[in-house]
């Protein structure tokens, strides 16, 4: 026999893991953004990982309500040095990306 209680932890634990498995698809969008501008910028991604740091609700161009994530990440320009960055995606549309001030490498300054 269905309880209320019953339905609302159902609904509850539903709600839950889809927001699990669509934070995870999002997560994997904002790496395929780092990984691409990263390569065209010559910088190297550092450990392969993002970090989530904030979520937050916002309208969408389209005025329907969607999440904004904001992850953290370190990257590299000379292999030495590490530097801090952050990507921010609205649903999973690159919203903001911001790279803490870096130097590049001799060769790097060769071919700009």
């Not at 709600?15 to 669509?22: E, L, N, R």
């Not at 390569?39 to 389209?62: A, C, H, M, Y």
Request: net charge neutral; glycine share 6%; charged share 20%.
């Amino acid at each position: 026999m269905l309880t209320l209680s019953s339905i609302f932890w159902t609904a509850l634990a539903i709600a839950f893991i889809s927001f699990w498995w669509q934070g995870d698809t999002v997560k994997i969008t904002a790496m395929q953004y780092l990984y691409q501008y990263c390569k065209e910028q010559n910088l190297q991604l550092l450990d392969q990982t993002i970090v989530l740091k904030g979520v937050w609700p916002q309208r969408s161009e389209s005025g329907s309500l969607q999440l904004r994530r904001r992850y953290a990440f370190e990257f590299t320009t000379t292999g030495e040095e590490r530097y801090k960055g952050m990507i921010e995606l609205g649903g999973r549309r690159m919203q903001r990306l911001d790279l803490q001030a870096h130097v590049f490498s001799d060769d790097d300054q060769a071919s700009h």
